[in-house]
């Protein structure tokens, strides 16, 4: 079974600039979400999807991320315009279910290799 | 908001050692989650635990759920070179008991085994 999928694995972009981040999921799994670690800190949560929904956005810093899962399968990060501080490691993970929501299906996340964005 | 903090920062042992990384929240724990990342790679899920006073293994590596003491510990068993990497808990961000799959991650424990 093929694992969470990322593209690209590293993106060198200039202030200003636009840049698109893909996620696929592993298959069948309707839970999908975004992650972030900038240099030195936590890896920090920015959204999560249920199928082709956002369940939740409150780690999304800002108006210029946008997160999209048109049909429920591949989800894509836009960062526009790019910022220097949005440099860091994105990362993608995925889930049959999530904790507390009572149905039967697996809690654990699995990540994807993560896309290495650095805005210069 | 839940902050976890990991101990040691990095631990360097010989090969063949035990050793134990530490996991504290600030709020009870109710869903915590163990990874291991090698470098410029991706998060590898290990275990995850939901009770208090659980207890996971997986070859080498057992990991143990305290509710009570909001900790969760790593112990690996006879260190290899292949056990290298950084070691990363996460955790459910809402603590109620409810959780919607946001985690919150501590900042890291980078583990080097000599051969």
């Known amino acids: 079974e093929a694992g969470v999928t990322q593209f690209p694995s590293h993106s060198v972009i200039e202030k200003g600039q636009t840049v698109t981040l893909r996620c696929d999921p592993i298959?069948?799994?309707?839970?999908l979400y975004w992650y972030r670690r900038v240099m030195g800190k936590e890896i920090k949560f920015l959204l999560h999807?249920?199928?082709?929904?956002?369940?939740?956005e409150s780690g999304m810093p800002n108006n210029r991320f946008l997160a999209e899962r048109t049909g429920g399968t591949y989800s894509t990060l836009k960062v526009q315009p790019a910022e220097l501080e949005d440099s860091g490691v994105y990362f993608c993970?995925?889930?049959?279910?999530?904790f507390g929501r009572g149905l039967s299906g697996s809690y654990e996340q699995y990540f994807g290799p993560g896309t290495r964005l650095t805005v210069t | 908001s839940q902050e976890l903090e990991q101990s040691p920062q990095s631990l360097i042992v010989q090969e063949g050692k035990n050793l134990t990384i530490n996991c504290t929240s600030s709020?009870?724990?109710?869903?915590l989650y163990w990874y291991k990342q090698k470098y410029g790679e991706g998060l590898i899920f290990l275990m995850m635990?939901?009770?208090?006073?659980e207890e996971k293994s997986h070859e080498k590596i057992t990991a143990k759920l305290d509710e009570k003491k909001q900790q969760s510990s790593l112990h690996i068993t006879a260190s290899q070179p292949s056990h290298a990497g950084i070691y990363l808990c996460?955790?459910?961000?809402?603590?109620?008991?409810?959780?919607?799959?946001?985690?919150?991650f501590g900042q890291g424990t980078i583990l080097t085994v000599h051969p």
């Open positions: 996460g955790a459910d961000a809402n603590a109620g008991g409810t959780s919607y799959g946001k985690l919150t």
């Open positions: 635990l939901q009770k208090g006073g």
């Open positions: 298959s069948g799994h309707d839970n």
């Open positions: 993970a995925s889930s049959q279910d999530y």
């Open positions: 999807f249920v199928k082709e929904s956002k369940q939740d």
């Open positions: 709020k009870t724990l109710y869903g």
